[in-house]
């Protein structure tokens, strides 16, 4: 198993930025696919973005693509999300996940929270208007 804790949420203008950080422990993630995902209360846990297995490749969903972008750094074990331009509608906790068992053939299964095995007890991100 790993332990991912993220940090960097807070209070942000909108059009501003913030980073987020998954930091791993109990396993070197640098090969396994990793997620950003969001949640808002009542609402179902949306895919933002993701490392496809080995790296190979990045994910994002349509409404964070070129505002939004996932890098991370292995040495640190660690993934961060970069959020650019912040718009009020992507306040919310946000949550980062490990897929740890399996690589999948198709990217869409990257977008799926049942793809992941592990995941974060996520950061809140404010924007005000």
């Known amino acids: 198993q790993v332990q991912l804790m993220e940090s960097g949420g807070g209070l942000v203008q909108a059009g501003g930025s913030l980073r987020l950080s998954c930091a791993a422990s109990?396993?070197?993630?640098?090969?396994?696919?990793m997620g950003w995902f969001r949640q808002t209360p009542g609402m179902e846990r949306e895919f933002v973005a993701a490392?496809?297995?080995?790296?190979?490749?990045?994910l994002y969903s349509d409404s964070v693509k070129g505002r939004f972008t996932i890098s991370r750094d292995n040495a640190k074990n660690v993934v961060y999300l970069q959020m650019n331009s912040l718009k009020p509608e992507d306040a919310t906790v946000y949550y980062c996940a490990a897929d740890l068992s399996k690589d999948y053939s198709h990217d869409y299964y990257y977008t799926l929270t049942t793809s992941y095995d592990s995941w974060g007890q996520g950061t809140q991100v404010t924007v005000s208007s």
């Open positions: 490392f496809t297995w080995s790296g190979g490749s990045t």
């Open positions: 109990g396993r070197t993630l640098s090969m396994y696919a």
